[in-house]
């Protein structure tokens, strides 16, 4: 019995032994990048491979190895949010069933064409893998025209699930699907339960989240699927995807304030359904679903104060380019638009956009946008306006191939085209079921048209089964719950917030004996920097890498006056640097810059607001060097005098579409004795869908300015999209023009005293660069 026993005992030890190195086996610590090689050189399917906590610096994952559907190999962290991947690094996946969890990629860049790559080399890609649970941020290259994308995708059957990605500045789309060559056709890639933070203005084409294929393989099926994320202020450019291939799936995303529209700029048979694109009620730059190509279904949609115009417009059906190039617009045709709702849109319906016969005199015949829209079905939609509208729907061109069928509009009793009857007004109340979600209080009594194939709609957009008790709009569930859409620990890594606690800013106090860069750098972003009246002596450029406000005491009773060398500025604005500058007089001697970039390495955005101060004797006032941005720089109640530059941001002459800032507004300002770039702010190229930048010149006077400037124009915008120019006064500026506006663009000048100093001038149609 005792041998019995102890055999028994040898068994269950041998046993647990055995276990234990099988749990060794399949799950290993590493702590640098040699042992995370050696581990992956030796993985078998079902091992676990983890990341030691710390920062890893520098390093390029090459994941390459094998696992099974089963059994898939996965590399994790010890602790998620405590494993940071800095530095000149990057992931890339080779090989099939392998998963990456947990990563938190900051304070560095790519070194190559993408920051996680789902392939190798053209001869390793990636199948079945998936990159989850994970944070890309500010991960961008050190200058904005060097491209890359922060997600690429190879292969098939790839996912990118449950990550935050937020603050892509330089060119390139944040994620990219690509097609070429049939080991990337027919993907089904997944872009799942995704948060997309902030993407901030690009200031240029090329700045979208999402891209799916491109134009020379936009014929090719992709069947790429993206839904249940959130896109929060992703304003990169118009675009905020891109959808480029056949038969990709946009289901149950919700865009929050985001700058742009859900595109299908090329390809076709895209289904687009139970989407919430949400807006301010103020912003015109909040879009909705803007629609070329064949074939699409936009269904079960909500749209809420969406004031976007155009191609922004809550539904923007544009013309097409007869015999079309694969790179340019192809026309619309076979689309169905049923079962959305529209909750107070300004012209939730235009057709037609983009149509240019106007300028057919500067543009080829190849670009010309006449084709119009064919067979295309708008139905069982609902609208409701708080306040009337005139238009409902806005024809760019004639919508003689749209029909409209069993739509109903409450319009306040103010009158509309009904479009023979397919818009029906209807008096109807709306109850709030959520943070900006309202739908009607009890269905609407408006026959269904079911057209061919709608009874594949079958759901709607709460998920609530159309089959038993179908109606018009996008909710036929009036009874329903909030779905909380705006809940962001539905989306995103499981542990990371970008929630960031407000911080009472400080003020630091600053005497003429202080050394004020040494103020500076002690403070934090939101802090002010508090000038005792006096005089400050600056001999070395001002460095600003965070948001701070430098402010006088007492309005005017504080100089800065700055000895530094030729050609550097007082203050020099470096990423992230984000100024604000009252009450003070600055004072240079005549060879430097008040205000300047970096003139390299501004990978990210800087801003500018200079109020109620005096900029006097320098060589520029403000000089934004070539691949700078910032969102905004605004002068207010400021004089600017006895400067051989004013504000200069023309640097951006690649004509690709770019430019220096996309908001600069200038109130109530004196400019006296600037010689030239007066004010100089350039964007080139013919880009359609380039919407910026945007200039507010207003109630400023400008006097003996000009006298410099070689192309005889005192106020330059050449290539800027939306200009304003109100209520200036122009007195004795020896120039032929006061302004060149676009007149096919939204230029504009009204109530400006003019004296002595040219005239403005409106062209219709500028001469432009083609960009394709």
């Known amino acids: 019995m005792k041998k019995f026993f102890l055999f028994l005992f040898v068994l269950i030890t041998c046993f647990m032994v055995s276990c234990n190195n099988d749990s060794v086996k399949s799950g290993v610590l590493v702590a640098d990048i040699s042992e995370l090689n050696a581990s992956i050189e030796k993985a078998q399917p079902g091992d676990i491979i983890t990341l030691a906590n710390g920062v890893w610096k520098d390093v390029e994952i090459k994941f390459k190895a094998e696992g099974t559907a089963s059994k898939p190999i996965t590399i994790n962290v010890e602790t998620p949010g405590e494993v940071f991947i800095e530095g000149v690094s990057s992931l890339k996946f080779g090989g099939n069933y392998l998963v990456v969890d947990g990563l938190h990629f900051r304070n560095g860049y790519s070194p190559d064409e993408a920051v996680v790559i789902f392939r190798i080399d053209k001869e390793t890609i990636a199948n079945h893998c998936t990159f989850t649970n994970s944070v890309v941020e500010d991960f961008n290259k ?19 699930s449950n990550c ?111 989407n919430y694109f949400i807006g301010d009620g103020e912003n015109e730059n909040i879009g909705g679903i803007r629609i070329i190509n064949t074939g699409h279904w936009v269904t079960n ?19 097409g380019i007869p015999k079309s190039p694969l790179n340019r617009y192809n026309q619309v045709t076979d689309v169905v638009v049923a079962y959305n709702t529209y909750i107070n ?75 023979d009857g397919g818009i ?70 499981s542990w990371y917030s970008d929630e960031v606690e407000a911080t009472e800013s400080k003020t630091i106090e600053v005497t003429d004996g202080d050394n004020l860069q040494e103020k500076i750098d002690e403070a934090s972003n939101g802090d002010i920097i508090l000038l005792k009246d006096g005089v400050l002596n600056v001999n070395k450029s001002l460095v600003i890498s965070k948001g701070i406000t430098i402010k006088a005491e007492n309005v005017s009773k504080t100089s800065l006056n700055y000895s530094g060398e030729a050609n550097t500025p007082l203050f020099e604005l470096h990423p992230k640097g984000f100024l604000i500058v009252e009450g003070v007089n600055l004072k240079g001697n005549g060879t430097q810059q008040a205000f300047a970039s970096l003139k390299e390495n ?105 006298g410099k400037e070689q192309n005889g124009i005192l106020i330059n915008t050449r290539g800027i999209v939306n200009v304003d120019i109100s209520v200036n006064t122009f007195k004795n500026n020896p120039i032929k023009l006061v302004a060149l506006l676009w007149g096919a663009k939204n230029n504009s000048h009204a109530n400006n005293t003019i004296s002595n100093s040219g005239k403005i001038v409106v062209e219709e149609n500028l001469k432009l660069k083609l960009m394709y």
């Not at 892509?168 to 997309?196: A, M, S, W």
């Not at 594949?456 to 909030?482: E, M, P, Q, Y």
């Not at 801003?607 to 605004?634: H, M, P, W």
């Open 142 to 160: 050190m200058s904005r025209d060097d491209s890359d994308r922060w997600i690429q995708f190879w292969g098939r059957h790839n996912t990118l």
């Open 164 to 274: 935050y990605i937020a603050g892509k500045t330089n060119r390139g789309p944040t994620i990219r699907v690509d097609l070429k060559g049939n080991e990337h056709i027919n993907n089904y890639h997944q872009i799942v339960n995704n948060h997309f933070g902030p993407r901030p203005p690009k200031g240029g084409a090329s700045g979208e989240t999402i891209q799916i294929g491109d134009s020379y393989s936009s014929m090719s099926p992709s069947y790429t699927m993206v839904a249940n994320n959130l896109f929060e202020e992703c304003n990169g450019e118009v675009e905020i995807i891109s959808s480029k291939t056949n038969f990709n799936e946009f289901r149950n995303n919700v865009f929050y304030k985001s700058e742009g529209s859900l595109v299908t700029r090329h390809g076709n048979y895209c289904t687009i359904d139970g």
């Open 301 to 319: 949609n909500y749209f809420y104060n969406l004031k976007g115009k155009s191609f922004r417009s809550p539904l923007a059906v544009m013309n």
């Open 345 to 419: 849109c300004d012209v939730p319906w235009q057709f037609g956009v983009g149509q240019n016969l106007a300028q057919k005199d500067v543009l080829p015949a190849s670009e010309i946008r006449s084709a119009r829209p064919l067979r295309t079905i708008v139905a069982n939609n609902v609208l409701y306006n708080e306040v009337g509208a005139e238009l409902l729907v806005l024809e760019h061109d004639k919508a003689d191939g749209v029909t409209f069928k069993s739509n109903v509009v409450n319009n306040q009793g103010v009158s509309f085209n009904d479009y």
């Open 424 to 493: 029906q007004n209807v008096s109807f109340d709306l109850s709030e079921v959520g943070e900006n979600i309202l739908v009607q209080t009890s269905n609407l009594d408006v026959e269904v048209y079911k057209g061919f194939e709608f009874e594949k709609i079958s759901k709607d957009l709460f998920g609530n089964s159309r089959n038993s008790n179908n109606s018009i709009g996008a909710v036929v569930n009036t009874n329903a719950s909030s779905p909380s859409i705006l809940d962001k620990s539905k989306y995103g890594p």
């Open 602 to 706: 501004m990978y990210t955005h800087f801003g500018l607001l200079v109020s109620n101060s005096e900029i006097t004797d320098f060589n520029f006032a403000l000089k934004a060097y070539k691949q700078s941005f910032a969102e905004r720089i605004t002068f207010e109640n400021t004089s600017i005098s006895n400067c051989n530059n004013g504000l200069e941001l023309s640097e951006e002459t690649n004509d690709r579409g770019d430019y220096n800032t996309e908001y600069l507004t200038i109130i109530n300002c004196k400019f006296n004795n600037v010689n030239k770039n007066v004010i100089d702010y350039y964007r080139g190229g013919y880009d359609e869908s380039t919407i910026g930048g945007n200039l507010i010149l207003s109630n400023s006077t400008f006097t003996n300015c000009g």
